[in-house]
């Protein structure tokens, strides 16, 4: 009992004493002049920018529409990528035929179709939503191909002898059996489509954090701290949608082996 304790305070203490120690460096890295404080200002100058900021609903509606881009790109991107996934893993020949397309557009980078985005679209949420669906689709879309080859052998030869086919083999076969794969592309493609949201309001002036970040960095150096503050707001957020993921993963896969083990691990260490 005392060793689990002890195991769940230091899964709490070490990070936040990981974060004091960064906070603590950054501060002295100004505060000595090791860097410029004109070009990299000091951690208390940019957290009290933050929390100034926080009591404006400047931050929070450019919070609200980076989440808003990031919340339809991942829809977009994880239909699309289930769909098609689903399909092409069904299918040697479609799979074969399709495979050199996925791999030229995955090596293309995002910002490089930005310029050409923005001309057809503007500074919009379609852009945004866009540039997301580009990034995140790809290698979601190869997490389901494997996801659903790796169903077991049985269960497909069962559910073809039951007669399961079309949507309701997809929504109870094909779904639950890629789930490990297709939770883990959902968390990667959460994570690229919060960086590309960023980016592209940065780069394509899009509302949201991103262009808050710009506005800061034109502004001057008087507004350096702000820009800072909306740095840390990004980073924030992507942690606040990686652990969502994570506990979603939690709660929806349960019932998967993966997790039972965890489970069985925890009460091992606790006994």
């Not at 890295?29 to 090791?34: E, F, G, R, V």
Request: proline share 4%; hydrophobic share 55%.
């Amino acid at each position: 009992m005392r060793g689990a304790a002890r195991e769940r305070g230091l899964a709490v203490v070490l990070p936040l004493l990981a974060v004091a120690i960064v906070l603590t460096a950054w501060q002295l890295a100004t505060s000595t002049a090791l860097v410029s404080p004109t070009q990299f200002p000091s951690m208390t100058d940019s957290i009290a920018a933050l929390l100034q900021e926080l009591t404006t609903a400047r931050l929070w509606s450019a919070v609200g529409a980076t989440l808003i881009g990031w919340f339809f790109g991942m829809v977009i991107t994880i239909t699309l990528g289930l769909v098609v996934g689903t399909a092409l893993a069904h299918s040697d020949i479609a799979r074969q035929s399709a495979a050199p397309v996925i791999e030229t557009f995955k090596a293309i980078p995002a910002i490089a179709v930005l310029p050409l985005v923005i001309l057809v679209a503007g500074s919009t949420l379609p852009m945004k939503v866009f540039l997301i669906c580009f990034a995140a689709f790809w290698p979601f879309v190869i997490q389901v191909i494997y996801g659903v080859r790796s169903m077991d052998p049985v269960v497909a030869d069962t559910a073809k002898a039951l007669g399961v086919r079309g949507i309701r083999r997809f929504l109870v076969v094909s779904i639950p059996s890629a789930s490990p794969y297709l939770v883990t592309g959902m968390r990667i493609a959460s994570a690229q489509a919060l960086i590309l949201a960023v980016v592209a309001e940065i780069v394509g002036g899009a509302a949201g954090v991103g262009r808050n970040i710009l506005l800061a960095e034109n502004a001057g150096v008087s507004a350096y701290p702000t820009m800072y503050a909306y740095i840390i707001v990004a980073g924030l957020l992507g942690i606040a949608l990686t652990g969502a993921f994570f506990l979603i993963e939690k709660r929806l896969m349960h019932w998967h082996e993966s997790q039972r083990n965890m489970r069985l691990e925890a009460k091992g260490a606790r006994a």
